[in-house]
């Protein structure tokens, strides 16, 4: 299908899903949101996709937050749907039984900042820049970041940032965990690239199984994390791949692995 606000390229075992409005760098409405989730939803349905790349085109921005022209036209009870909306596109990406990464190219305020914390791995430029300003607006952020920011660096240091609006550098995004890594913004998207490949080559269904576990160690309480764990352990092994890999190992050779 085609798009207006973003691109979406379909390559061997991984998919690079770029945002797309340059010049508004890449600021997030609801055409925008409207068109990622429906990428989403084909790379999540896709046998070939094994791993998503999320990023923004040009230099200067991954999303520089919400379209403010739309934002500006919400009251009491529109903003309620405009705040679920939004939550809902980026619940869809933390929730992707594909693995989802943020390749984070420039500014990623607001909306962009909750884009990139919905997203499974966080990879940025040393140019990029991080904040949730949205007091600055007399609003609160609605895409979900004062649930994710406080469950990545912690209640004090996300009051502090979603208090003050403070925007901060890749580097310090990097000092409390915000990212996992940063990297020159020429060495970015290959090193985003790498990563999915890397990821591509394991086995489909263990992945999925470890994403899930990873957000019931978010979800549920420490009893049934791990009891989910186990179920899940227990499934993966009942699978082909399990064999494969296994067998792979004691032979010696690479795993060729088949999601079943």
Request: charged share 20%.
């Amino acid at each position: 299908m085609s798009y207006t606000t973003i691109q979406l390229e379909e390559r061997a075992h991984y998919s690079i899903i770029s945002l797309h409005r340059p010049d508004k760098l890449n600021a997030l409405n609801a055409t925008l949101l409207q068109e990622l989730h429906k990428a989403i939803m084909i790379c999540q349905d896709s046998k070939e996709c094994k791993a998503i790349i999320i990023t923004g085109t040009g230099i200067k921005a991954f999303a520089a937050g919400a379209d403010i022209a739309q934002l500006h036209q919400q009251n009491k009870e529109s903003g309620y749907i405009f705040a679920r909306e939004g939550q809902d596109v980026f619940t869809a990406i933390e929730q992707c039984n594909k693995p989802v990464i943020a390749a984070v190219n420039g500014f990623a305020l607001g909306g962009g900042c909750e884009l990139a914390m919905a997203c499974h791995i966080r990879f940025a430029s040393s140019t990029a820049k991080f904040g949730q300003p949205e007091v600055n607006l007399g609003i609160i952020p609605g895409y979900g970041g004062t649930q994710r920011l406080t469950l990545l660096v912690g209640p004090a240091k996300s009051a502090e940032l979603i208090l003050t609006g403070a925007i901060i550098t890749a580097e310090q995004a990097l000092s409390i965990g915000l990212v996992n890594s940063v990297h020159s913004p020429e060495e970015l998207m290959p090193y985003a690239i790498d990563c999915a490949e890397i990821i591509a080559s394991k086995a489909p269904l263990a992945i999925t199984a470890s994403l899930k576990s990873i957000r019931a160690s978010i979800e549920l309480n420490a009893s049934d994390g791990m009891e989910f764990e186990a179920k899940s352990f227990a499934e993966t092994c009942g699978t082909s791949d399990f064999k494969e890999g296994t067998l792979a190992f004691l032979e010696k050779r690479a795993a060729n692995f088949t999601g079943n």
